[in-house]
C-alpha cells in the first residue's frame, strides 16, 4: 500500500527556518512528480512547489509567495521528498502536505510560524 | 497569474444532483482534477484527467469538460458526500500548479 508520511513541522519565530521532510514507499517514487502543498488553519488548498521526475527532466517549480525562499529537494535511492524553509513569515503558517497531486497524500506536518 | 475560480458553496438535498464548477483560462489545454476533503482529513482524488474515476470512487461522482469549465457532478448526493470540494490544474504552460479556492458542498 502507497504510503507518505511527513515530518518536522514545528512552531518556529519569524524570520527562521525549517527542513520538512517526506518518507515514501509502496509506489514507484523515482518516477513520480512530487509536490507541496500547504493549508492554512480555516483556508483552502495551496501548491508550494513540485519536482518533476528526473526522467521528465527534473524541472522544479515554486508558487510564487515561496519563490527564493523554499527549496525542494528529493533523494530517489532513499524515496524521500523535502522542503527547505528560510525566512518563515506568519503567513507561512500552515498544514504541509507531500503529495503525488494524484492519488497519495501524506496526513500533513503542522508548521507554525510565531513570535 | 492564473486562477481557477469555484463557487464558494453549493447545497442540495440528499438524493438530489450536485454540480460543482471550476473555470480556467488553461483549461480547454490542461486537464483537470478533483479533491473531496472532510474535515481534518487529507484529501482524497475523485476525478482524474477531467472525467476519470480513481478505483474505490462511487460511480455518483463523475466529471466533465466544456470549453473553459469543468464540472463536477455527484448524482445522487449522499449525506457522506458533505465535504469540502477542490479542483486543481496547470497554467498554460505548466510552469504553474493551481487550485480552485474550494466549494462547500452541503447535503440536508
Known amino acids: 500500500e502507497a504510503q507518505l508520511v511527513e515530518s518536522g513541522g514545528a512552531l518556529v519565530k519569524p524570520g527562521g527556518s525549517l527542513r520538512l521532510s517526506c518518507a515514501a514507499s509502496?509506489?514507484?517514487?523515482?518516477?513520480?512528480?512530487m509536490s507541496w502543498v500547504r493549508q492554512a488553519p480555516g483556508k483552502g488548498l495551496e501548491w508550494v512547489a513540485r519536482?518533476?521526475?528526473?526522467?521528465?527532466?527534473?524541472?522544479?517549480d515554486y508558487a510564487a509567495p515561496v519563490k527564493g525562499r523554499f527549496t525542494i529537494s528529493r533523494d530517489d535511492s532513499e524515496n524521500m521528498l523535502y522542503l527547505q524553509m528560510n525566512s518563515l513569515r506568519t503567513e507561512d503558517t500552515a498544514v504541509y502536505f507531500c503529495?503525488?497531486?494524484?492519488?497519495?497524500w501524506g496526513q500533513g506536518t503542522l508548521v507554525t510560524v510565531s513570535s | 497569474s492564473y486562477e481557477l475560480t469555484q463557487p464558494p458553496s453549493v447545497s442540495v438535498s440528499p438524493g438530489q444532483t450536485a454540480r460543482i464548477t471550476c473555470s480556467g483560462d488553461?483549461?480547454?489545454?490542461?486537464?483537470a482534477y478533483w479533491y473531496q476533503q472532510k474535515s481534518g482529513q487529507s484529501p482524497v482524488l475523485v476525478i482524474y484527467?477531467?472525467?476519470k474515476r480513481p478505483p474505490r470512487i462511487p460511480e455518483r461522482f463523475s466529471g466533465s469538460s466544456s470549453g473553459t469549465t469543468v464540472t463536477l457532478t455527484i448524482s445522487g448526493a449522499q449525506e457522506e458526500d458533505e465535504a469540502d470540494y477542490y479542483c486543481?490544474?496547470?497554467?498554460?504552460?505548466?510552469?504553474?500548479?493551481?487550485f480552485g479556492g474550494g466549494t462547500k458542498l452541503t447535503v440536508l
Open positions: 509502496g509506489f514507484n517514487f523515482k518516477n513520480a512528480w
Open positions: 484527467e477531467d472525467s
Open positions: 486543481y490544474s496547470t497554467d498554460i504552460n505548466d510552469d504553474y500548479v493551481v
Open positions: 519536482f518533476k521526475s528526473i526522467s521528465d527532466g527534473g524541472k522544479i
Open positions: 488553461a483549461l480547454p489545454k490542461n486537464y
Open positions: 503529495t503525488t497531486l494524484s492519488l497519495y
